[in-house]
């Protein structure tokens, strides 16, 4: 005779006692899918999450201007914006391994000076054997530290000092604007 197995009873589990956390379900996983029976194909459905928006205060961030007009203003552009001789001591050991370098002018975008005229460059070279190679090499690296794209001209002695005697436009203004010498062995 087999004997028959007792079958337990399905019972629920007791419910719990609520105290006064209140509980959180745990977080859905964004991207998952539910799948869900439709007789006898499994169909995947796209869980939807409505995102919260997040509501920012009223205050408002105050509104800085600066005053142009200010009599001090360039003198104080001047000063916060002026290099330091350890970073020109620095360029002139950077340009003298381009080659012999007569004379180095910089203008424009190295002193902070705004340069109306499209003629000045922002760095002249005057010098014998330039390797091109390094000069361009140099130049990327100077632009990166700027930050902006520089205007440049590269001459020989012999060009520099005829444009000079002739009164060329180009060394005229370019010496009568603002400009800073790094290197001048040509006792300008």
């Given amino acids: 005779m087999k004997k028959k197995k007792k079958r337990k009873k399905k019972t629920r589990p007791k419910p719990r006692k609520r105290t006064g956390k209140k509980k959180t379900a745990p977080k859905k996983r964004a991207g998952r899918r539910k799948i869900a029976r439709k007789g006898k194909h499994k169909v995947a459905r796209k869980r939807t999450h409505k995102k919260r928006i997040a509501r920012k205060s009223p205050v408002q961030k105050p509104v800085l201007?600066?005053?142009?007009?200010?009599?001090?203003?360039?003198?104080?552009?001047?000063?916060?914006?002026?290099?330091?001789?350890?970073?020109?001591?620095?360029?002139?050991?950077?340009?003298?391994?381009?080659?012999r370098i007569k004379l180095a002018i910089i203008s424009g975008v190295f002193i902070n000076k705004e340069n109306l005229d499209p003629l000045i460059t922002d760095l002249l070279i005057v010098g014998d054997d330039v390797d091109r190679r390094k000069l361009h090499a140099f130049l990327r690296a100077t632009e990166a530290e700027v930050g902006k794209e520089i205007k440049f001209t590269v001459m020989d002695k012999e060009e520099f000092q005829y444009r000079l005697a002739m009164f060329d436009r180009f060394t005229r203004v370019l010496l009568e604007s603002p400009h800073e010498k790094l290197i001048n062995r040509l006792g300008l």
């Fill in 65 to 99: 201007t600066l005053n142009t007009d200010f009599e001090f203003f360039y003198e104080l552009r001047d000063l916060v914006l002026k290099s330091s001789p350890a970073e020109k001591d620095r360029m002139v050991e950077r340009l003298n391994k381009l080659g």
